[in-house]
Nanobody
Framework: QVQLVESGGGLVQPGGSLRLSCAAS????????MSWYRQAPGKERELVAQ???????KYAESVKGRFTIASDNEKNTLYLQMNSLKPEDTAVYYC????WGRGQYWGQGTQVTVSS
């Protein structure tokens, strides 16, 4: 059973930055699809950024140019660097792993609040 633990959320002013981390309890393989999702109150969970199993990087249109997904395989950690944050980025952010033959795993989420 894979465990994913997010950290790095908090309260930040508009225009500020945060870096989220997702520590995996297992090696992150290049064939794993690693993603960040978010869910704002009253809204459906949406994909924010993804590194596919084939190595492609995808971003939601709303975060392109502001967010960057990256991984440190030695530390088994996925990151989401978030810059130029806006109030509409306020949400609970979730880490997701999809592994061939095993299915997907979710972290518990970390709250990001963008407010002055």
């Amino acid at each position: 059973q894979v465990q994913l633990v997010e950290s790095g959320g908090g309260l930040v002013q508009p225009g500020g930055s945060l870096r989220l981390s997702c520590a995996a309890s297992t090696t992150i393989f290049s064939t794993d699809s690693m993603s960040w999702y978010r869910q704002a109150p009253g809204k459906e969970r949406e994909l924010v950024a993804q590194r596919t199993g084939g190595g492609a990087i995808k971003y939601a249109e709303s975060v392109k140019g502001r967010f960057t997904i990256a991984s440190d395989n030695e530390k088994n950690t996925l990151y989401l660097q978030m810059n130029s944050l806006k109030p509409e980025d306020t949400a609970v952010y979730y880490c997701n792993m999809w592994r061939w033959g095993r299915g997907q795993y979710w972290g518990q989420g970390t709250q990001v609040t963008v407010s002055s």
